[in-house]
């Protein structure tokens, strides 16, 4: 098993531009999450799935969108990138609900310039 | 509001010493615990974790001691190595909610 896999690694984006970070993950869990990761800051929740077809806010979804349209997808949507977007962004599974082990991906650094 | 509080920042020992990171809180109704370690350019791995009906769980070389009435809980490393060197994260879940609330970190550095 891969676990969970981000890409891309590394990314440089222009002020004003939108992209989209992709994570997947292949242990059939039906809760994923979406962080970012700044120095000193901890991590903090934008986005969390409990299953296909539903999301919900997290702590910082403000200039994000996601979608879940597969049990393995959960992609986030960068649009309007901001310098405050840049960030280390992190991508987690669990199979059930906060008291199960959350697997994460390595992450995408992303920088807003 | 920071809903768990973290200390210290950073933290330097010799190897052999006995590292303790210490989390605080004041939401009554978290009741799940969990330790996450991070190694340089990797995403978080769960290192240990602990419900409040308990005031001691051990893995290992890891403990994490708890006191409910202080709000607040701690990581101990016996007989750290090099290896350990990582940032540790502290987190909280309140009851039927899927959200890990996390402390801000603490880099460990073990000197060999």
């Known amino acids: 098993n891969a676990g969970v896999t981000q890409t891309p690694k590394f990314h440089i984006l222009k002020i004003g531009q939108s992209m989209t970070l992709q994570c997947t993950q292949d242990?059939?869990?039906?809760?994923m999450y979406w962080y970012r990761q700044d120095p000193g800051m901890g991590l903090k929740l934008i986005y969390y799935?409990?299953?296909?077809?539903?999301?919900d806010k997290g702590e910082v979804p403000n200039g994000y969108n996601v979608s879940r349209s597969t049990t393995e997808d959960f992609p986030l949507r960068l649009e309007l990138a901001a310098p405050s977007q840049t960030s280390v962004y992190f991508c987690?599974?669990?199979?059930?609900?906060?008291?199960?082990?959350?697997?994460f991906g390595p992450g995408t650094r992303l920088t807003v310039t | 509001q920071q809903q768990v509080k973290q200390s210290p920042q950073s933290l330097i020992v010799q190897k052999g010493g006995i590292p303790i990171i210490n989390c605080a809180y004041e939401n009554t109704a978290f009741d799940y615990f969990p330790w996450y370690q991070q190694f340089p350019g990797k995403g978080p791995a769960l290192l240990i974790a602990?419900?409040?009906?308990?005031s001691e769980k051990k893995e290992g070389r890891f403990t994490i001691s708890f006191n409910k009435s202080a709000k607040q809980f701690s990581l101990h490393i016996m007989d750290s190595q090099p290896g350990d060197s990582a940032t540790y994260f502290c987190a909280a879940l309140q009851g039927g909610s899927e959200k890990l609330v996390f402390g801000k970190g603490t880099k460990l550095t073990v000197n060999p």
């Open positions: 799935s409990v299953g296909a077809g539903i999301t």
């Open positions: 602990i419900r409040p009906d308990v």
């Open positions: 242990m059939n869990h039906n809760y």
């Open positions: 987690a599974s669990s199979y059930e609900t906060g008291y199960y082990e959350q697997y």
